[in-house]
Nanobody
Framework: QVQVVESGGGLVQTGGSLRLSCAAS????????VTWLRQAPGKEREFVAESSGVQNAKYADAVKGRFTISRDNAKNTVYLQMNSLKPEDTGVYIC?????????????WGQGTQVTVSS
């Protein structure tokens, strides 16, 4: 079993920055692709960014140029640096990882971390 824990959320003013972390723990797995998603109140969950560790990172149009996803495979941790934050970035940010073990990829989800951007 792999546990996924997000951290780094909080309250920030418009134009501010936050760095989210997604840490995966367990044994005997390798971190494959990792996706950040977010869900605002009353809205559907939406894609934010993805890191495969091999190909170029992917970003939603709404965050391109402001957010950067990076990873530290040695720590099984993926980061989301968020700059120039806007009120519309407010939501619960959720990490979804795909972990490989014995040739099988399994999806795991974190509980999410709240990001609130005040205007």
């Amino acid at each position: 079993q792999v546990q996924v824990v997000e951290s780094g959320g909080g309250l920030v003013q418009t134009g501010g920055s936050l760095r989210l972390s997604c840490a995966a723990s367990g044994s005997g797995f390798s971190l494959d692709f990792v996706t950040w998603l977010r869900q605002a109140p009353g809205k559907e969950r939406e894609f934010v960014a993805e890191s495969s560790g091999v190909q170029n990172a992917k970003y939603a149009d709404a965050v391109k140029g402001r957010f950067t996803i990076s990873r530290d495979n040695a720590k099984n941790t993926v980061y989301l640096q968020m700059n120039s934050l806007k009120p519309e970035d407010t939501g619960v940010y959720i990490c979804n990882i795909h972990a490989g073990r014995d040739g099988v990829l399994t999806s795991y989800w974190g509980q999410g971390t709240q990001v609130t951007v005040s205007s």
